[in-house]
């Protein structure tokens, strides 16, 4: 079984200022990570994703994470926020094993860039 | 080169009736999942289809179904819908052989009244 926590559903940054999103999963089995981004009236954007190679994960738009196997975590950071990264965020989790399989995604943390 | 399609982008219901929803894979893809994200939450799976049968399957019952095309495309129909239903509903397409990358469609924004 897998699941996902988000902490924080609406985070609210400065423009500039650094981006910090929380995740923490459960997997029964060695995860595959995911971010997802999704715009309004839009569907879901493949930001990054961790797949068992390096540990620190570049994606698009400046975002990376990193997974941290002793903390469960997989937290997205960006050194400085744009206007263009307000959008909501998901993390989400499937087994290794899993091409093309389900995933489990978190309940979504919404970011709000103030100019 | 289109992504994943769906149709229609909205659709109001009421109680009880059935719903079809269509989606079309990326091209070169050959397998599609189904996602409900109700307001203010993530998506969650619905179900799978590959080589038009249903390969996994989540936590729905089974007024929820769906349908695989020879050409890859796929259809979820819900009956005797519930206020519950309305949803944003999203198809993803990916590659049975190593697609652990979904691509995500804009979805079907189904309201039942």
């Known amino acids: 079984a897998q699941s996902v926590t988000q902490l924080g559903s609406h985070v609210s940054v400065s423009e500039g200022a650094l981006v910090l999103l929380r995740c923490n999963y459960s997997?029964?089995?060695?995860?595959?990570l995911f971010w997802y981004v999704q715009y309004p009236n839009q569907g879901l954007q493949l930001l990054l994703k961790y797949t068992s190679a390096a540990t620190l994960v570049k994606g698009i738009n400046g975002f990376e994470a990193e997974f941290k196997k002793s903390e469960t975590s997989f937290h997205l950071t960006k050194p400085s926020a744009h206007m263009s990264d307000a959008a909501e965020y998901f993390c989400?989790?499937?087994?290794?094993?899993?091409?093309?399989?389900?995933?489990?995604f978190g309940g979504g943390t919404r970011v709000l860039v103030k100019p | 080169d289109a992504g994943v399609t769906q149709s229609p982008t909205h659709l109001i219901k009421t109680r009880g009736q059935q719903v079809t929803l269509r989606c079309s894979p990326k091209s070169g893809h050959d397998t599609v999942s189904w996602y409900q994200q109700a307001l203010g939450q993530g998506p969650q799976f619905i179900f799978q289809?590959?080589?038009?049968?249903?390969?996994q399957r989540g936590n729905f019952p089974d007024r929820f179904s769906g349908h695989q095309f020879p050409n890859y495309s796929s259809e979820l129909n819900v009956n005797a819908l519930l206020l519950g239903d309305s949803a944003l509903y999203l198809c993803?397409?990916?590659?049975?052989?190593?697609?652990?990358?979904?691509?995500f469609g804009s979805g079907t924004q189904l309201s039942v009244l």
């Open positions: 993803a397409s990916s590659l049975v052989s190593g697609g652990e990358k979904l691509f």
């Open positions: 989400a989790v499937s087994g290794i094993k899993a091409a093309g399989n389900k995933l489990t």
């Open positions: 289809y590959y080589e038009e049968e249903e390969r």
């Open positions: 997997s029964s089995v060695p995860p595959y």
